[in-house]
């Protein structure tokens, strides 16, 4: 079992920035996928980016702005947004999966571990 929790959510007006964190608990490993991704309300879950084999991946809609990374000491991974858009608006989720992988895990139902989500709002 792999806890996970968010933090750093909060409502930021456009153009700003926020930082996510992630820490995560029980049977990790240095080697396993962590990803970020983000629900709109009444939406399915929607990849944002991910750490897996030592890449990183990004949706389009966030490449250039977000930057994922991951302090294994710490057993955390980050999720550093800027140029925030009103559109970023959402539920931020972090993810964990012992198994890599990349086309396949932009998929959230690859994803075996779950965050509780952190709110983020970005205002005009």
């Known amino acids: 079992q792999v806890q996970l929790v968010e933090s750093g959510g909060g409502l930021v007006q456009a153009g700003g920035s926020l930082k996510l964190s992630c820490a995560a608990s029980g049977r990790t ?3 396993a996928a962590m990803g970020w991704f ?3 309300p009444g939406k399915e879950r929607e990849f944002v980016a ?3 084999v030592g890449s990183t991946y990004y949706a389009d809609s966030v490449k250039g702005r977000f930057t994922i990374s991951r302090d294994n ?3 955390t991974v980050y999720l550093q947004m800027n140029s925030l858009k009103p559109e970023d608006t959402a539920v931020y989720y972090c993810a964990h999966d012992v198994n890599p992988g990349a086309t396949m895990k932009r998929l959230s139902r690859f994803w075996a571990d779950w965050g509780q989500g952190t709110q983020v709002t970005v205002s005009s």
């Open 73 to 75: 000491a710490k057993n």
């Open 38 to 40: 983000r629900q709109f």
């Open 50 to 52: 991910m750490w897996s």
């Open 29 to 31: 490993f240095s080697s």
